[in-house]
């Protein structure tokens, strides 16, 4: 059975925890306002100088081409969802297989009538 949320030695005990959690919200707002104080005054330390030499600046230029990714199309088509012997991925159970298989036979049972 639940516990009544109105009853009064509820409604005491969880006046008694407000007070106790009161005190330790206090505290860790006050050191939290304390290190935001601590901060504002790092952030005029760490700027920075733009690149005005040539070098970096060809340097620069260079390293913004495209870029070359080593990613495999994936062996798998992406409506059939098998691979060129005809096997579908491991990922997939037997259950979605034969789903898929049902949907794909519908597919092809359809013919567009506007053609």
Known sequence: MAKSLRSKRMRKMRAIKRERYAVKELKQLKSILANTDKKEDETGVNTVLPIKSEEAQNRIGESSG??????????YHPVKLTNEHGNYPPWMNQRKIKKHKLMMKRKAGKKNKRN
Request: net charge negative; hydrophobic share 30%; charged share 30%.
């Open 66 to 75: 495209t870029m070359e990714v080593d990613v495999k199309p994936s062996p």
